[in-house]
């Protein structure tokens, strides 16, 4: 069945440093592929979506790219700030949406 | 404003005492879902519904039950809570359901703390 592997946390990083966080799928057929953010307390949150292969999706400085010959979907951002402190879910929709483990990530002053 | 509301957000009870946590969405989104979240397992669907009176089983669906009776409301029922089903749950919408409907948004609730004693 259809799947989501990415990178185990938690994260720690300091301001204004680089953020990659892995993510690969698992599918038949043409999914869609979105990032999910979860801020401490609260529920989850579109962060952004690529619908098919060599989309990109931005939103707050975050970019993934849908990589289909790689089946990717690597989330980035160029310098983080505090409070991206959060949760990070990859997920996809095909027939149902399933989500990765999440990763956590810290980012210290 | 567009939003997805669950009541309680935060329960503690007793083992086997029913109880409900409802669900509501203001979208008119024909597609429901409920989802619980556990460390190191994510989130995992337990029941969806595709719209008014379609209710289906999702990935652990055991011990629960859902109804959806009317377009905006999807109950999630415990009839007989055990302490594995302590977790937070979260409800989630969007505007249509599966397969073709891939590349819809689903919005999700601020989610329900539950602890079974």
């Known amino acids: 069945g259809d799947s989501v592997t990415q990178m185990e946390g938690p994260v720690t990083l300091s301001e204004e440093a680089f953020l990659t966080i892995n993510c690969t799928y698992t599918?038949?057929?043409?999914?869609?592929l979105f990032w999910y953010v979860q801020y401490p307390g609260e529920g989850l949150q579109l962060l952004l979506k690529a619908t098919k292969a060599d989309d990109k999706g931005s939103n707050k400085g975050f970019e993934a790219t849908y990589r289909k010959e790689t089946t990717s979907f690597h989330l980035e951002k160029g310098s983080v700030q505090v409070s991206d402190s959060a949760v990070y879910f990859c997920a996809l929709r095909s027939e149902k949406l399933v989500f990765g483990k999440g990763t956590k990530l810290t980012v210290n002053p | 404003e567009a939003q997805v509301t669950q009541n309680p957000r935060y329960l503690i009870t007793v083992t086997g005492k029913k109880l409900t946590v409802t669900c509501s969405q203001n979208?008119?989104?024909?597609?429901m879902s409920w989802y619980r979240q556990d460390p190191g397992l994510g989130l995992r669907q337990i029941y969806y519904s595709m719209n008014v009176e379609v209710t289906d089983k999702g990935d652990v669906p055991e011990g629960y039950k859902v109804s959806r009776k009317e377009k905006r409301n999807f109950p999630l029922i415990l009839e007989s809570p055990s302490p594995n089903q302590t977790s937070l749950y979260f409800c989630?919408?969007?505007?249509?359901?599966?397969?073709?409907?891939?590349?819809?948004?689903?919005?999700f609730g601020p989610g329900t703390r539950l602890t079974v004693l």
């Open positions: 989630a919408s969007s505007l249509r359901g599966r397969g073709t409907s891939s590349t819809d948004t689903q919005y």
């Open positions: 979208m008119n989104h024909e597609y």
């Open positions: 599918a038949t057929g043409y999914p869609s």
